[in-house]
């Protein structure tokens, strides 16, 4: 599965939680630099600063620390949002979903329910024979969620 997690605020996480930009690069298995352009646009990106960096030490700014308490209850929300598109994706495997046999104008408004905005995510397919009162349009008795 993707990740779904910013990967600035992950790096961001990693420093702070370290102190260290070297011992963040080795958590992440990257270069030190690398994670030094990852802070320097986020802190661009944000426009303001996040570390304070005197005498070979760093620290967070105010700003930093707020930033740390919102990137850790993303993570957290990603995390669970990952479990849960996990356990819904091996119990929705193969699912479909088919109506009872209304009326071919409920049946139809159905259809033209679906095609609203209110289920953008949902993709279907209408099947089956078009009625003459109908015309140009699919009376469907069954939906098949691609």
Not at 37 to 47: P, S, V
Not at 48 to 53: C, E, Q, S, T
Request: proline content about 5%.
């Amino acid at each position: 599965m993707a990740q779904l997690e910013n990967f600035r605020l992950k790096v961001f996480r990693a420093v702070a939680e370290q102190l260290n930009f070297r011992k963040a690069a080795e958590h992440l298995f990257l270069t030190q630099p690398a994670i030094t352009l990852q802070i320097k646009a986020l802190e661009n990106d944000l426009g303001v600063r996040l570390f304070d960096r005197t005498a070979g030490k760093i620290s967070l700014t105010r700003q930093g620390s707020v930033l740390l308490t919102y990137a850790n209850r993303l993570a957290e929300l990603v995390s669970e949002a990952e479990r849960e598109l996990q356990t819904t994706a091996k119990s929705q495997e193969n699912w479909h979903w088919e109506p009872p046999q209304p009326s071919h104008s409920t049946l139809f408004r159905g259809c033209s329910e679906l095609s609203s905005e209110r289920i953008p995510v949902c993709k279907y397919r209408c099947t089956a024979v078009t009625p003459p009162r109908l015309s140009g349009c699919y009376s469907m008795t069954r939906f098949r969620l691609d």
